[in-house]
Antibody
């Protein structure tokens, strides 16, 4: 079954940390770039971070220096380490697959992160 | 990394056509042929409709079409149906492994 399943979300205080995971199945994980995209309550989509199949990495300015994206191809798992969390990081975080054409062709159902002040 | 500009809302009656615009700059929309469009129903994850500006993903009806002129990309939904009521987002590659989304457009079928 081709799917992405996120986990690790929760409620954390300002300045705290969380580690999100995304388990991939049904496709060759190591061949695809992977992204994290978030959606604040009632708001639009925001690109957060990207890791290429060769582990090249990029971040949105809003999270640079606080978030770290990584992947374990042996476990078919994508991660997002989130440190120094702020209330504005409160969102539903989606794990998504880059479909070789700079488009996000597969999405998980998301994991919710709430940062209290 | 400024968000692409989309109209907050659009509407049309069943059977009509609606076009949603997505305006960026020469550093994103105008600089690359990598605009994609996503449909999101309430409480659901987004779904890819269009990639590389005009190519439809497998299973997407030809009522959905994409185009680009200069720094503005467009999504046209023809023959509107009730199930097309959703939020629509554009996304563009912005070089050096950066991406940017539009603010989203809420499409209402009257």
């Amino acid at each position: 079954q081709v799917q992405l399943v996120e986990s690790g979300g929760g409620v954390v205080q300002r300045g705290g940390s969380l580690r999100l995971s995304c388990a991939a199945s049904g496709f060759t994980f190591s061949s695809h770039g992977m992204h994290w995209v978030r959606q604040a309550p009632g708001k639009g989509l925001e690109w957060v971070a990207f890791i290429k199949y060769d582990r090249k990495i990029s971040y949105a300015e809003s999270v640079k220096g606080r978030f770290t994206i990584s992947r374990d191809n042996s476990r078919n798992t994508l991660y997002l380490q989130m440190d120094t969390l702020r209330p504005e990081d409160t969102a539903l975080y989606y794990c998504t697959r880059d479909g070789f054409n700079y488009a996000l062709d597969m999405w998980g159902q998301g994991t919710r992160v709430t940062v209290s002040s | 990394q400024s968000a692409l500009t989309q109209p907050p809302s659009a509407s049309g009656s069943p059977g009509q056509s609606v076009t949603i615009s997505c305006t960026g700059t020469s550093s994103d929309v105008g600089g690359y042929n990598y605009v994609s469009w996503y449909q999101q129903h309430p409480g659901k994850a987004p779904k890819l409709l269009i990639y590389e500006g005009f190519k439809r993903t497998s299973g997407i009806p030809d009522r959905f079409s994409g185009s680009k002129s200069g720094n503005t990309a467009s999504l046209t939904v023809s023959g509107l149906q009730a199930e097309d009521e959703a939020d629509y987002y554009c996304k563009s590659f912005a070089g050096r492994n950066y991406w940017v989304f539009g603010g989203g457009t809420k499409l209402t079928v009257l």
